[in-house]
């Protein structure tokens, strides 16, 4: 299936007008008003203590989607009819992307080793839990035509989790452990569920054996590390380009577009090589937040920072409201040729091995991670641990999109067992999304935050290991008149706490010889018309 399929939007069947040559703008221009409405709704209920954004627009997209099916007299609940291609090529980008451009890094790379345990290894029990659990309960319901690929595309399907809904309740300033976690773990977890998704198509399924097995495992690390260094590339790249040109100099919109480009860029080299786009675009993100922002004027700052968020608030509003009008689509509820007690079996068992796979990684991983931090303060509870596991129960965009990928061709399927695992996706997705989500503000309250702020006022705030090893080396160098440290010393720290020493030793390499060559925080581009620039003409 070619790139162009993808761009063919066509509306649905819903009289003569869609058939006319204003049939696209017309349905084009419904759907942006349906946009809008999300929007709206949105801010007037911002401050509801059971709503958000993601179900707001489900909800609105499967008042729509009733609405074109009376209209249409039960043909159609679609305004608009596209390629699942277009889930990859346009939607999710923006959302990856924009969640590396705005992860708080301190605590990212603080807590790298154990965002890592729970994004990569325990997506991986996840994802062994619900291909498992799916080859053997779903052949007692009925589904007996699955072959193994499918089952293994529904284990990384069904990995991929969604923590919009916990991350807008969750305060950066009062948890910021368990924000890091919960937002690092989720963008970790997205990509590797895409990774293993890719992995998966990749195997020989004729002949399945010890070695078939390890060659998943080498497809899994290739395509993340070759994904990964990619997008840091794509990142690095940007970061000179714009640090020798002076870009800013001249015009801020070329060096917004620059970097929209190069990021765009990143994405569309990963999928022409056949790795993780997604991935790419991630390290990209994060590359660019590190080097390229510092390196544009302050206006360009304030342009893609608000730039790259809208863009992945429309595209994931557009998502969720596309899915909440196709949970009304006849088709496919037909093709499936099932009842409703075999639509309820599915859908609990899919449920159920979600919540299952979760809990086996998450509280066990936790455990493990708890034993290499030495500080109370560092250790995540038992609450925060039900936090985790909580958060990575709803399922959303990325579920869908390989949903689609992996069950239709050119938005339709083609067998009964397809439709049968496209429609229970969408009632898994609608039932996590919005009655999970409903619960998950007034529960994480009740468990984490006032119990945090009570904390938070009775004791001080302890400083972070990082802040104190770091204390530590400074003061070690100063009494060895700053003499570097010698290797016996570093190998010690190195054990004694790894990712501190690394975190030292990593900045101490950024600014002796990254920033000098690709900029970051203290070059500032002079522009005279700029206050920055009036500024430094003053002193």
Not at 227 to 256: C, N, Q
Not at 304 to 320: D, G, L, N, P, R
Request: glycine share 6%; with cysteine; net charge positive.
């Amino acid at each position: 299936m070619g790139f162009s399929d993808g761009l063919n939007w066509m509306p649905s069947n819903l009289g003569s007008v869609f058939h006319s040559e204003k049939g696209t703008a017309v349905a084009l221009t419904l759907f942006f008003c349906l946009l809008c409405a999300c929007i709206v709704i949105g801010h007037l209920l911002a401050e509801s203590r059971w709503t958000n954004e993601s179900i707001n627009a489900l909800i609105l997209g499967l008042c729509s989607g009733t609405v074109v099916l009376l209209i249409s007299k039960g043909k159609s609940s679609h305004i608009l009819v596209f390629n699942e291609e277009l889930f990859f090529i346009y939607l999710l980008p923006p959302i990856i992307f924009n969640a590396g451009f705005q992860v708080k890094k301190k605590q990212f790379f603080q807590n790298f080793a154990t965002i890592l345990l729970f994004g990569a290894a325990g997506t991986l029990v996840s994802f062994c839990i619900i291909s498992l659990g799916a080859y053997f309960l779903f052949k007692k319901i009925g589904i007996k035509s699955l072959k193994l690929r499918e089952y293994l595309a529904i284990g990384s399907i069904f990995s991929a989790t969604d923590s919009v809904c916990t991350l807008q309740v969750l305060n950066q300033d009062e948890t910021p452990l368990l924000y890091s976690l919960v937002f690092g773990e989720g963008v970790v977890n997205d990509a590797t569920s895409i990774v293993l998704f890719k992995a998966v198509q990749s195997l020989d399924y004729n002949n399945i054996d010890v070695v078939e097995a390890l060659k998943l495992c080498g497809n899994f690390l290739y395509l993340f590390c070759t994904s990964t260094a990619l997008g840091v590339l794509a990142g690095l790249l940007s970061a000179f380009v714009i640090k020798k040109l002076y870009f800013g100099r001249h015009s801020t919109d070329r060096e917004v577009a620059l970097m929209m480009i190069m990021a765009y860029l990143s994405y569309m080299l990963a999928e022409i090589f056949s790795l993780s786009g997604i991935l790419a675009v991630f390290f990209c993100g994060i590359v660019m937040s590190h080097y390229t922002w510092h390196n544009v004027t302050n206006s360009s700052r304030i342009t893609t920072k608000h730039v790259f968020a809208t863009m992945s608030f429309i595209t994931e509003t557009f998502i969720f409201l596309y899915v909440g009008m196709d949970a009304l689509d006849i088709d496919k509820w037909k093709t499936s040729e099932a009842s409703a007690s075999i639509f309820a079996a599915i859908s609990a068992t899919l449920l159920a091995l979600v919540l299952v796979g979760r809990a086996a990684f998450v509280f066990s991983l936790a455990y493990i991670s708890n034993c290499f931090r030495r500080l109370e303060s560092t250790k995540i509870r038992f609450r925060q641990q039900f936090v985790i596991w909580w958060a990575g129960l709803m399922r959303g965009a990325v579920t869908i999109a390989l949903s689609y990928n992996e069950f239709t061709v050119s938005g339709s399927t083609s067998s009964r067992e397809y439709a049968l695992m496209i429609t229970n996706t969408i009632i898994v997705v609608l039932f996590s999304t919005m009655v999970f989500g409903l619960v998950t503000r007034p529960l994480i309250r009740v468990m984490l935050l006032q119990r945090s702020k009570v904390d938070h006022v009775n004791q001080p705030e302890p400083s972070s290991l990082e802040d104190l090893q770091l204390l530590f080396l400074e003061e070690h160098r100063s009494e060895n008149n700053q003499q570097t440290l010698s290797r016996r010393n570093s190998f010690r720290l190195l054990l004694k706490a790894p990712t501190s020493t690394i975190h030292y030793f990593w900045r101490k390499f950024d600014d002796s010889y990254m920033r000098p060559v690709f900029g970051g925080r203290g070059f500032v581009p002079f522009v005279p018309s700029s206050p920055t620039g009036a500024n430094d003409e003053n002193i």
